[in-house]
């Protein structure tokens, strides 16, 4: 057992690099949010797991409308595939820009298309997807966010997690109209292009503080796990750390007004949010004695599932908005790395 645990702390290490300069992972902020979760995180999927469901889907705005982004499906496709392997049931949920990329990473591990599921952008139509969603959704165990935008704070998020002083600052540097919004690293506002999927997770929130039932229509379960995984600040998950603390370390100048507010039981940060999902599936392999699963997940492999994501998706790479199997502007090279890193803790080999 100790040398899983070593293992999976060198695989932490591995993920937990800036070189696109993201900001969460560097300097103090570092060792303040998020060490030592992916070990949580991995122990709570091998328990008590049975149907899962994994959230991903970031839109990026280009000349041809909002796209798909190539960090986040491919993760989620990776972890899918050896969640599934280990005998859980996986749903892949995402929203209709979306969602044919999410349906090529499925098809790739040979995942039924009656798994992947889509939320309507427009907010009251992917209120009631939501609502509907808990119906299908009875025996669900664990939901994980990969790289998935959440709404940033409010006046009463910040009041609750943070006090009244804090939530002075936040009126003083953050406009109202960038209150409770989905915002993308620019500091644009994306709502028009992202389904109300953190509902869902705000709805087993809601359930274990026990609120009345007519206000608590989504997750009708207190038991379900959750797990965020991002690396820029303002996806699902990131809620888990203080605005104070968050905004600080979110590099550019729109930090106060991105942060998420949604918080998950576990919050993997990665420099890609792909790295953190990779990891996640490397550290359950390992818990649960299965290191053949990552070994079949090959460079070659990660490389024919982006550009087919980018040719039939499309998906564009989120940093250069561009057509190429590339994740956040790193050369493919780079972004490999930290796989080939997870792949030798593991024991694999090309």
């Not at 098809?107 to 889509?118: F, H, W, Y």
């Not at 053949?292 to 997940?297: F, K, M, R, V």
């Amino acid at each position: 057992m100790a040398d899983i645990k070593d293992r999976i702390r060198d695989i932490e290490s591995a993920i937990r690099i800036d070189p696109a300069r993201r900001g969460l992972l560097a300097g103090e902020a570092s060792a303040l949010l998020g060490l030592g979760h992916l070990a949580e995180a991995a122990r709570a999927l091998s328990e008590n797991s049975g149907e899962v469901g994994i959230v991903t889907g970031f839109p990026i705005s280009t000349d041809d409308g909002p796209l798909a982004e190539t960090d986040g499906p491919p993760g989620a496709a990776l972890l899918a595939d050896v969640c599934r392997q280990l005998g859980m049931r996986v749903r892949l949920i995402t929203d209709s820009v979306a969602r044919e990329a999410v349906g090529i990473a499925a098809r790739a591990i040979g995942m039924p298309e009656t798994d992947v599921e889509s939320c309507p952008l427009d907010r009251p139509a992917g209120a009631q997807w939501c609502r509907e969603f808990r119906d299908r959704a009875g025996s669900l165990t664990h939901l994980i966010a990969i790289e998935r935008p959440g709404p940033s704070h409010t006046l009463d998020s910040i009041l609750t997690v943070s006090g009244p002083s804090i939530r002075d600052t936040y009126s003083e540097f953050v406009p109202r109209e960038h209150h409770d919004g989905c915002h993308n690293m620019r500091g644009e506002n994306i709502d028009e292009h992202t389904g109300p999927l953190h509902l869902l997770f705000e709805g087993i929130a809601k359930v274990r503080r026990s609120e009345s039932p007519d206000e608590r229509p989504y997750i009708s379960h207190s038991s379900v796990r959750t797990i965020g995984i991002g690396d820029g600040g303002n996806e699902i998950g990131m809620g888990s750390f203080a605005w104070e603390t968050l905004h600080r370390a979110i590099a550019g100048a729109h930090g106060r007004r991105i942060a998420c507010r949604i918080a998950t039981d576990r919050t993997i940060l990665a420099g890609t949010s792909n790295w953190g999902a990779f990891a996640l599936a490397a550290a359950l392999s390992l818990i649960r004695e299965r290191a053949d699963l990552i070994e079949a997940w090959t460079t070659a492999r990660h490389r024919e599932l982006l550009e087919a994501l980018v040719e039939d998706g499309p998906a564009v790479d989120g940093v250069t908005r561009e057509r190429t199997a590339t994740v956040d502007g790193l050369p493919f090279v780079t972004y490999m790395q930290p796989w080939e890193r997870i792949r030798e803790i593991v024991n694999c080999r090309d």
